[in-house]
Each structure stands twice: as structure tokens, then as C-alpha cells.
Nanobody, 124 residues
Framework: VQLQASGGGLVQAGGSLRLSCLAS????????VGWFRQAPGKEREGVSC????????YYADSVKGRFTVSRNNAERMVYLQMDGLKPEDTAIYYC??????????????????WGQGTQVTVSS
């Protein structure tokens, strides 16, 4: 089982980035997926999660209306479109997956498979 996140980078405030996560070694369509982030000096937090059937989503209050999570099971990809980026969005972003299909309140302890993280830096 492997998750590989990409798409991070340096962007000015107000800009956009699209994070991608390639899943391999398992059948993505049976898994709930999520994006989590960890800023310097802070604990890792759930950003957005999506159920296997796309009928259940979670967004942290801080990103609602700005971020959009999506998936393409055929291509084994999970995406996080981030618009209206703010300096406080600066963090390492991780994709994760959990068997069972639900998002389980986007609690990170419910996600057993993790990618390596991609750095997002938003300058003011």
C-alpha cells in the first residue's frame, strides 16, 4: 500500500494550488480518503475527507468554501484543490486512506495508510 502526494509549492496569498495523491497497492474505490496538514509547532489536523461513495465529505471550518476534495478511482487519484490560499495554510499536507469507505469524522487515528507529505508555503 502506497500513497504519494505531490503538487505542493510556494504561492502568494490569494493564489491556488492543486494537490494530488496517487494510490497504489490497493483498490482505492473501497477506501475513504483524506487530506491532513501539520504546520510548524502545531499538531496535525484534518483538512478534508471524502467517503468511498463520494456521499460524505468533511471540511475543516478554516478551509470551507476555499478547498475542494475529489477523487478519480479509475486513475487511483485523490485531489485537493486549494483556492484563496492564506499564510495560515502553510503546512506539510498529507494524504491518507482508510478501509471501510466512510470518513469517520476525518479523525486521523482512523486512517491507517499515509503518504509522505508535500510542503505548501503561502507568502503574504
Amino acid at each position: 500500500v502506497q500513497l504519494q502526494a505531490s503538487g505542493g509549492g510556494l504561492v502568494q496569498a490569494g493564489g491556488s494550488l492543486r494537490l494530488s495523491c496517487l494510490a497504489s497497492g490497493f483498490t482505492l474505490r473501497y477506501y475513504g480518503v483524506g487530506w491532513f496538514r501539520q504546520a510548524p509547532g502545531k499538531e496535525r489536523e484534518g483538512v478534508s475527507c471524502l467517503s468511498s461513495s463520494d456521499d460524505e465529505t468533511y471540511y475543516a471550518d478554516s478551509v470551507k468554501g476555499r478547498f475542494t476534495v475529489s477523487r478519480n478511482n479509475a486513475e487511483r487519484m485523490v485531489y485537493l484543490q486549494m483556492d484563496g490560499l492564506k499564510p495560515e495554510d502553510t503546512a506539510i499536507y498529507y494524504c491518507a486512506a482508510r478501509i471501510g469507505g466512510t470518513i469517520h469524522l476525518c479523525r486521523q487515528d482512523a486512517y491507517g495508510y499515509w503518504g509522505q507529505g508535500t510542503q505548501v508555503t503561502v507568502s503574504s
